[in-house]
């Protein structure tokens, strides 16, 4: 079985109130790129995939005008695609959902929201001291995790987690003392969100659960300045420690490697310093069971990756598609 995590960017620009994909020469979220190009090269990019399941980070907007799974479905029927039936959790208010595309055929998928001691559902509020003044502050996901139940036509069962940690960018930071004060504010809180992600984690760890989480983890090890200030990255919080830590082989080596070359998902063109930023945000992980069936990552990075280099239609179509690259996992279950 394939499995694929994929930050689509602006996903949502793509589409009408009505689901219609926006197919024509006007402009979509991405910088110089039309909706026609994005949909083209989004197409390419997911038939060379051929998951048969699909988490989409940043999916269209489910709202009470918009449908995420209408626009999905929509998109998979343009594209030919086998993964044509599509499954959102919380909606969210910022026209970035959480969704999974999947194949019906090869299994069956349900939204299943927990609630554990010490990590509530996810759509309501997590409790925690962030700035060590003995009050506890109320932190919420602007963009709350997808929990799934998924069941395959040969009967295995597994749990799936499609997360989305807030940014640490300093958005609206307009002098250096902002841009400190907005860059720390925003690290406690994902490590907050990190925290709380753990502790769902950690529950079906205890279960003896299998379970998959995959996403944008918006972090990795050694990616800002501010790190040292707090000791781990939400990467090292997520994945755990000992006999009941998740398994990426990606942010293993990121780990292993804070000074040398890493793997990366994606790329982001820094306007200040006109070049691209390069950086590990996406992830597979899986429980302990799991790394157990020597299953194989792979990003399919344009430059990065031999096969994806080799085919230059295939390579074009993943620069303009998103700013981010797929990450799959391949596996038996």
């Known amino acids: 079985m394939r499995l694929a995590t994929y930050n689509v960017e602006w996903m949502n620009s793509l589409f009408g ?185 950690a529950a079906h760890l205890e279960d003896n659960t299998s379970l998959i989480l995959m996403g944008d983890l918006n972090d990795g090890p050694g990616l800002d300045e501010y790190e040292h200030l707090f000791g781990r990255s939400s990467v090292e919080i997520i994945m755990g420690e000992g006999d009941r830590s998740l398994f990426d082989p990606h942010a293993r080596t990121a780990l292993q490697r804070r000074l040398g070359a890493t793997p990366t998902t994606a790329r982001f063109w820094i306007r200040p310093e006109q070049r691209y930023l390069q950086a590990l945000l996406d992830y597979i992980m899986v429980s302990p069971d799991l790394a157990a069936r020597d299953g194989h990552w792979r990003i399919w990075h344009p430059l990065d990756d031999p096969e994806c280099w080799a085919k230059p239609e295939l390579r074009d179509a993943l620069v303009t598609a998103s700013d981010h690259f797929p990450v799959t996992l391949d596996i038996a279950l």
């Open 17 to 201: 109130d009505n689901g219609a994909l926006l197919n024509d020469g006007e402009w979509s979220g991405r910088h110089d790129i039309t909706r026609a190009e994005q949909i083209a090269a989004l197409s390419m990019v997911f038939r060379a995939i051929d998951a048969d399941a699909a988490m989409i980070i940043e999916a269209p907007d489910d709202s009470r005008s918009r449908s995420t799974v209408q626009a999905l479905e929509k998109f998979a029927d343009h594209a030919g695609l086998r993964t044509r039936k599509a499954i959102v959790g919380f909606a969210n208010d910022t026209q970035q959902e959480i969704a999974l595309l999947f194949d019906p055929d090869v299994m069956s998928v349900r939204h299943d929201p927990q609630t554990h001691a010490g990590a509530p559902q996810f759509d309501s509020a997590f409790a925690i001291d962030l700035d060590i003044d003995a009050t506890e502050d109320r932190v919420v996901f602007s963009k709350p995790p997808l929990e799934l139940e998924v069941e395959t036509t040969a009967g295995a069962r597994f749990r799936l987690i499609g997360a989305h940690l807030k940014s640490k960018a300093p958005y609206g930071a307009t002098t250096r003392d902002e841009v400190l004060r907005i860059s720390i504010a925003n690290r406690r809180k994902q490590l907050a969100q990190a925290i709380w992600l753990r502790a769902r984690i």
